[in-house]
């Protein structure tokens, strides 16, 4: 059996209220392989994805176990500890590529420079290694390439050197937070596809957080959807897609736009707003919004109900494929 590259137990996550802003959140990603986590603005998929790394603000306090390797066991509660393999066995790129650069420095510097200073490589290597991932991620010129700064880089440029610069140290697990937001179209499905073919051939494991699942659902090998702080579906992005179990899975899926609707069709969308942290309903969270609610949703929180390598968090689960009137 392989070696999971991330493992996640019951990770929460609270403010200086008290109030829990994640809740009991579990999840594992294979080497070579892509999990998407996914959710509305204000799930928590990014808080979780922070916590994973170390890298919560300081107000807020987490709780749980996180491992790299399978083996070695971290607390969530020394984030300190985490953040320490940032840069070595773990990488994060940003929302804006561009954000990863220093503006009065130039591109190839930093990209040699991070992994020298850290004594991973030396200077020749890590030059070595720059020019290799840049021709790799389709990048042309590359020594007049290293000679330009941030501000004179195209939006596909930047992106590609933002991926070239986190891949520098080789990290065993990179955490990619909404990386196509400031893409176009193109560039995003270009973006992914680099990053499925990265993992892939260096078996390297990715946590792709996003709220376009229409999106990721072409790239991702498994899927873990969080609503209100807390995981409501798990599971292989194939099982998911095909037969979700949780009504809001079912939602999302039902308001992707598709070739195939009636032109003047109405646009689908989710009834109500999803709750703010901090005034998460009793029982089950969607239960507001939900199509198939009853009145145990309203009272009785659900338990996350793992079978085989799927799981949710439903009194009354779907299996009989994703169609869900709302």
């Given amino acids: 059996m392989t070696t999971p590259a991330l493992q996640v137990q019951d990770l929460e996550i609270v403010a200086p209220s008290g109030t829990k802003l994640v809740s009991g ?9 892509l999990l998407g986590l996914l959710g509305e603005t204000g799930a928590g998929k990014t808080l979780t994805a922070r916590a994973v790394l ?15 390797d399978g083996h070695t066991w971290h607390s969530m509660s020394r984030p300190e500890q985490i953040a320490q393999l940032l840069g070595t066995s773990t990488g994060l790129m940003l929302q804006n590529p561009a954000a990863a650069f220093d503006p009065m420095q130039r591109v190839g510097r930093q990209l040699v420079e991070s ?22 991620l389709g990048l042309v010129d590359i020594p007049e390439l290293f000679q330009l700064y941030p501000h004179e880089l195209s939006g596909g440029m930047a992106q590609r050197l933002a991926l070239a610069q986190t891949l520098m140290p080789k990290p065993r697990l990179l955490v990619v937070d909404e990386p196509t937001s400031a893409l176009d179209a193109n560039l995003r499905i270009e973006a992914l596809k680099l990053l499925r073919s990265i993992s892939e051939e260096a078996g390297m494991a990715a946590l792709l957080v996003s709220h376009d699942l229409g999106l990721v659902s072409g790239f991702c090998d498994s899927i873990a959807i969080i609503y209100a702080g807390r995981l409501v ?33 109405r646009l689908p969308v989710i009834l109500g707003e999803p709750p703010s942290p901090g005034n998460w309903p009793r029982g089950c969270s969607f239960h507001p919004r939900c199509p198939d609610a009853q009145d145990r949703c309203a009272n009785d929180r659900p338990l996350f109900t793992k079978d085989s390598d799927s799981g949710y968090a439903c009194h009354y689960p779907r299996r009989e494929g994703r169609t869900c009137e709302i």
């Fill in 54 to 68: 170390g890298l919560l603000p300081k107000s807020l306090r987490a709780s749980g176990k996180v491992s790299f």
């Fill in 25 to 33: 959140v579990s999840f594992e990603v294979s080497p070579g392989h």
């Fill in 115 to 136: 992994v020298v200073r850290k004594r991973l490589m030396t200077r020749q290597e890590a030059t070595h290694r720059a020019r290799e991932l840049c021709e790799y």
């Fill in 233 to 265: 579906e798990y599971g292989p992005m194939a099982e998911v897609i095909d037969r979700p179990a949780h009504p809001y899975t079912a939602t999302l899926l039902n308001c992707e736009l598709t070739l195939d609707r009636p032109s003047r069709a």
